[in-house]
């Protein structure tokens, strides 16, 4: 049996005598063991790894007519899971399984199009803790994040990568490279095409650096480009904090592919140029050249935009005053405007609206020490205009308190965004981005909340309740759990709503989402603790 089965086994059994003698307090050691991942979302179902039974536990809710359930499918994972994603299509479950007793690590890949789970394995050098996943479905990236853990020694450069593009084979070994510096972070270009052939990209964010990856090269010289961000290492770092790839093409610049990358220092973005190489007998494939654009006095984040008449655009909003800088990236011109807000923005939100049947770019700025949000019309703006902007390209909205948190509604494609308030009785904001109208919901705050088309779901934070709201009027309705809800999912498929409660053993509400009423509910309990003693002992 595995040490962290029989650990948990041993203090359930404890918890379950201490019970019955009236302890109030036996539970909280065996609760603090039970070691269960954050839920993965796929294509409706629920998918957990419980790194204690080593398994991966699926929740699919069903629907037969009026009979509602909530099957449960569970497969074994290697020794010791770890780092876990879903593919982007959200047909694969990736699960690194870190063997601590044993040499090396491997990689476990779950077919989620089935009736029950199954796996495939690829085997690899180290544990890796961060996946990186390539939208495409065709590179799965693994690296480090330089945490700590149970380990003897680890090259914290090291880059996994596993080729997807032909599945996996039976014996299946993932390919590795040593880069220059540990990976912060790493981003993949789309699929693109640069004189008439298929390219594959990918950037290493590092410190002072960024690498770029080619997934297609099969030669050293080009698999790995280093893109130093400073002249000498004695130069103060500079740390990559966000970076976007553009593979659009534009007319001043064909055949040319961009990096935009954001640092934590300095009041410019970099601009990495990727070209194929002029001379036929170059060693590289790709000319690489970087400029810097300027992006106002401290540049916090940023957004790019395509924008129909101006073409491809970036704002980015100011670290230290309510201001935004629009850059055209083409010449490389920019301006600095004013945001009506009490505080710097934190975070941009892009949307698209409807404008006399139109489609229109609309971009949210807000922050958490705000309550103002303001809404811009990139495509109103002229960089070169001196021309105050607000209330004709900027608009200030006033919410009842300043939001924690923006969430947009997808099913909408942005026209409705529900804010967060801090604070349990803060209640929340749903926010119409179409009419530029924020309705306040008094109230308890919301833990969690999903769209649907014309309703949303939400949970409260220390109530056991869940609320419907009426996305247009933002009018709720409250129905009662048997407990305190934690997260909540909607099955559109079959209209059914799934809640899942705070405790950690795994405790389900399934809700019909069309009358989602106490006395239809099914309730599901500690489905986390299933079969925890039919492990077999050592």
Request: glycine share 8%; net charge negative.
């Amino acid at each position: 049996m595995n040490p962290n089965i029989r650990k948990l086994t041993v203090l359930l059994l404890s918890a379950a005598l201490l019970g019955a003698c009236g302890d109030d307090d036996h539970s909280e050691e065996w609760d603090n063991s039970l070691r269960v991942g954050q839920p993965l979302r796929a294509n409706g179902d629920l998918l957990f790894v419980n790194e204690n039974l080593q398994q991966v536990v699926r929740l699919q809710p069903k629907r037969s007519g009026e009979e509602i359930d909530l099957e449960i499918d569970r497969a074994s994972t290697g020794a010791d899971p770890g780092a876990r994603a879903l593919s982007a299509d959200e047909s694969q479950l990736f699960v690194v399984n870190e063997e601590l007793d044993e040499q090396g690590a491997s990689l476990s890949v779950y077919d989620l199009s089935g009736e029950s789970l199954s796996a495939q394995t690829v085997g690899l050098d180290s544990a890796y803790d961060r996946l990186s996943v390539d939208p495409e479905g065709e590179f799965l990236l693994l690296s480090f994040t330089g945490g700590g853990g149970n380990f003897v020694a680890r090259n914290l450069n090291e880059l996994g990568i596993v080729d997807l593009r032909d599945g996996i084979a039976d014996d299946e070994e993932a390919s590795f490279q040593t880069l220059s510096n540990r990976p912060r972070d790493i981003i993949f270009a789309p699929k693109f095409t640069l004189d008439g052939s298929e390219q594959r990209l990918a950037a290493s964010l590092a410190e002072s650096e960024v690498t770029i990856i080619d997934l297609l090269a099969e030669d050293e010289a080009n698999r790995l480009r280093e893109v130093p961000l400073t002249i000498s290492q004695a130069d103060q770092v500079r740390t990559p904090t966000q970076a976007i790839f553009d593979v659009t093409p534009e007319e001043s610049m064909p055949n040319t592919v961009s990096l935009y990358l954001l640092t934590d220092t300095g009041q410019d973005i970099t601009h990495v140029a990727i070209q194929p190489s002029i001379r036929q007998d170059a060693n590289r494939k790709f000319d690489i050249s970087v400029n810097q654009l300027a992006a106002g006095n401290n540049p916090a984040r940023m957004k790019l935009l395509e924008l129909d008449e101006q073409g491809s655009r970036i704002i980015a909003i100011d670290q230290n005053r309510p201001e935004f800088t629009m850059i055209d990236v083409q010449s490389g011109e920019s301006s600095t405007f004013d945001l009506p807000m009490t505080a710097p923005a934190e975070d941009l939100l892009v949307y698209q609206t409807s404008v006399d049947g139109e489609p229109e770019t609309r971009v949210l700025a807000w922050s958490s020490r705000s309550p103002l949000v303001s809404v811009i019309r990139p495509e109103s703006i002229a960089i070169s205009d001196d021309t105050p902007t607000l209330g004709r390209s900027v608009e200030a909205i006033r919410l009842k308190a300043a939001p924690s948190r923006v969430q947009l509604d997808e099913e909408t494609n942005g026209e409705r965004a529900i804010v967060h308030h801090a604070g349990l009785g803060a209640g929340f904001t749903v926010l119409n981005l179409r009419t530029n109208r924020a309705v306040p919901i008094q109230g308890a705050s919301l833990g969690d909340i999903y769209f649907g088309q014309v309703y949303a779901y939400g949970v409260f934070r220390g109530e056991p309740y869940f609320g419907l709201f009426d996305l247009e009027t933002g009018h709720p309705t409250a129905f009662e759990l048997p407990k305190e809800g934690e997260r909540i999912y909607l099955d559109g498929e079959d209209e059914l709503l799934v809640v899942q409660h705070a405790d950690r053993t795994g405790s389900f509400t399934l809700l019909n989402a069309t009358n989602p009423i106490p006395e239809n509910a099914k309730v599901f309990n500690d489905i986390f603790l299933e079969n925890l003693f039919g492990q077999e002992l050592p």
